[in-house]
Nanobody
């Protein structure tokens, strides 16, 4: 009954910005820690960012520190990933995920629910 739907992906040029959204239905967002992952064609899915249930704990992959910002609006049941200074190597399908523990985590197996993904393509 828990559904996660990503949106906001698209085609952009290097240096541009993009904001991804993840709307959660079936349960209130405040129950979950949230994470963003990405997967490029032929590559393994990799961690991008995570935020705790309350929003007071945040962790980023080294590759996106200083450029990406994860946030959440529990009243709107929506999590976000603001991506600035995009690079061609950021090109991937981006997935949001929810962890029922409420903790932030970079470990895939600790997430209980996943969205369908939204594609981000960054041209050079």
């Amino acid at each position: 009954q828990v559904q996660l739907v990503e949106s906001g992906g698209g085609l952009v040029q290097a240096g541009d910005s993009l904001r991804l959204s993840c709307e959660v239905s079936g349960q209130t967002l405040r129950m979950y820690g949230m994470g963003w992952f990405r997967q490029a064609p032929g590559k393994e899915r990799q961690f991008v960012a995570s935020i705790s249930r309350s929003g007071d704990g945040i962790v980023y992959a080294d590759s996106v520190k200083g450029r990406f910002t994860i946030s959440r609006d529990n009243a709107k049941n929506t999590a976000y990933l603001q991506m600035n200074t995009l690079k061609p190597e950021d090109t991937a399908v981006y997935y949001c995920a929810a962890a029922s523990t409420g903790w932030l985590t970079r470990v895939i197996r600790e997430y209980d629910y996943w969205g369908q993904g939204t594609r981000v393509t960054v041209s050079s």
